[in-house]
């Protein structure tokens, strides 16, 4: 079964080709069809500002709207959310970004702003850090001659925060921080540090801060107490992991000198043929529909995502998130279990494929294969064996293709004219459509996730365990493995998440600012084969 697909408008396409799979394209569209079809009212409710983000399912249903499609939406469906005002809240960033570069805006203890660290987890920094890499490279700091220096910090990693703030003129730099709520503790806990950093310098906490949040959030609150240098409002029904078309994806943007207005451009293009109503002329339900009937058929399969560009080495991690937070449920939205997902895992042709294309093409046959790639490139050097440079990627792409056809695997090639902030925008909606309506066909909600939420709870649970256990130690003495020195000081707690805390004390109690009130503490650990558990001495 093959099946092509062309938008002349664009230049995108791209080249199905499952024939181990199916027998017959018109085949799998017909079973789609009916599912198709209750996914465009989805669509349509969606973006009439409809509440579709729910499931009965009550302890994980957020209840709220979804509101991504119509940031780029030309009409105004949903007062104060269109195009139009996506683009005038650009027009306001570019400025801003624009007086800091000139130095219209500038700190009091240095000439001007000369770094930009974007503060972020998961949505709020994958989709832009991802811009920023497939616009310039991996080097960017050092190849692109940007007018800022900029990095990002996401995960709650002391040595890469060090790194970073040690290796830069807090004096001369801003931190922005993005988060929705301000609450989530991976953002808020280097938030607090960097302010810390600011005071320690004798700096206003404010003049070295800005923000992207919710109205009214507890980041907006400490904003405004600390005299943010610039806050920008996101909406509550903006999704994390759909919110590059947001101010989250904008500001970077705009201090990073990417097109933003071609990019949200080319995401509005794209839901345009996305939202058609045939079947067989919308392309996000035609690769939704293949994806779906082939699970059916023969349960999930892993998606393999390759980028033929070095530029977009990020994608493939983007999409992670993208497809497994949103398609990973335990529920349908009536709240009978569900147990779906779609597990994303890829990197760069041709690097990367030599780390699985031999299982891919010889082995296991759980999977079906993504290829993407551009057709202009800007730039070429001869090459003995293929002519050219390009021409020998070219060539690794057919002959990757040739291969899985030979050794049957099922792949899908897209394609697009050249790599630039519409090619990027056209991909990511996309691939955003294509979630809605695999969401919407296996009869989950794509817009929740109760499973981080869990992580973050448990998370909780540790941290509360982990102060009790350094207040007892602060005073007491204490021998033995985990239960047994819980035990000695009076606390109830898990095995598991006890030892991995006194572990941790074990190693890192002398480092610095780690455990203040344990830094003198004497901490011994050996490891007892017999009772295959470590045994520690806490002494003073």
Not at 163 to 182: A, D, F, P, R, Y
Not at 358 to 375: A, M, N, S, T, W
Not at 408 to 431: T, V
Request: with cysteine; hydrophobic share 35%; net charge negative.
């Amino acid at each position: 079964m093959t099946d092509t697909y062309f938008d002349p408008s664009s230049g995108f396409r791209f080249d199905v080709h499952f024939e181990s799979t199916f027998s017959n394209i018109e085949n799998v569209y017909s079973t789609q069809q009916p599912k198709f079809e209750k996914a465009l009212d989805l669509i349509k409710r969606m973006e009439a500002g409809e509440i579709v983000n729910h499931t009965e399912v009550k302890a994980e249903s957020e209840d709220r709207q979804v509101d991504h499609y119509n940031l780029r939406l030309q009409e105004e469906k949903v007062p104060g959310k269109s195009l139009a005002h996506t683009l005038k809240l650009w027009e306001e960033t570019l400025q801003f970004a624009r007086d800091v570069e000139s130095g219209k805006i500038k700190p009091s203890k240095a000439g001007k702003y000369d770094t930009i660290i974007f503060n972020g987890i998961g949505g709020s920094y994958l989709g832009p850090q991802m811009l920023i890499i497939a616009k310039y490279g991996a080097d960017y700091n050092t190849t692109a001659h940007l007018p800022f220096k900029i990095y990002f910090t996401s995960n709650t990693d002391s040595d890469l925060f060090h790194q970073v703030t040690s290796n830069v003129s807090i004096e001369s730099t801003i931190m922005v921080h993005l988060s929705k709520s301000g609450t989530t503790s991976e953002t808020a806990g280097n938030m607090h540090t960097w302010m810390d950093l600011c005071r320690a310098k004798g700096l206003p906490v404010g003049e070295h801060s800005a923000c992207v949040t919710i109205r009214d959030s507890l980041l907006d609150r400490i904003a405004q107490e600390q005299k943010f240098i610039r806050s920008w409002h996101m909406e509550v029904d903006t999704g994390g992991r759909t919110s590059v078309c947001s101010a989250i994806g904008m500001v970077p943007c705009a201090f990073a000198h990417l097109d933003f207005a071609a990019f949200i451009k080319g995401m509005s293009d794209m839901d345009v043929l996305t939202r058609k109503t045939t079947l067989t002329e919308n392309p996000a339900a035609i690769l939704a529909s293949i994806i779906n009937r082939q699970s059916e058929e023969q349960g999930f399969k892993n998606m393999i995502v390759l980028c033929y560009s070095e530029f977009m080495k990020e994608f493939a991690h983007y999409l992670q998130q993208l497809y497994m937070e949103s398609l990973g449920k335990e529920y349908t939205v009536e709240g009978k279990p569900a147990h779906v997902g779609q597990t994303v895992f890829g990197g760069v042709g041709t690097g990367e494929q030599h780390a699985f294309m031999q299982q891919v093409q010889k082995g296991l046959p759980d999977c079906f294969v993504r290829i993407i790639h551009f057709e202009k490139r800007n730039h070429d050097y001869s090459n003995a064996q293929a002519g050219s440079m390009g021409r020998q990627l070219l060539a690794f792409v057919n002959g990757t293709e040739k291969a899985l056809l030979k050794n049957k695997r099922p792949f899908i090639d897209l394609s697009f004219p050249e790599r630039n902030e519409y090619s990027f925008g056209m991909m990511i909606a996309l691939e955003e459509r294509i979630v809605t309506f695999l969401g919407s066909y296996l009869g989950i909600n794509s817009y929740d996730q109760p499973g981080v939420q869990d992580g973050k709870l448990a998370a909780s649970a540790v941290n509360k365990l982990s102060a009790a256990i350094v207040k007892e130690l602060e005073t007491k003495s204490a021998k033995g493995t985990a239960v047994e020195v819980l035990k000695a000081l009076g606390i109830e707690g898990q095995h598991y998440e006890a030892e991995s805390i006194l572990n941790d004390i074990y190693n890192n109690h002398a480092v610095k600012d780690a455990y203040p009130s344990l830094e003198a503490l004497k901490v011994t650990r050996e490891f007892c084969p017999k009772a295959k558990q470590f045994v520690f001495t806490f002494d003073h």
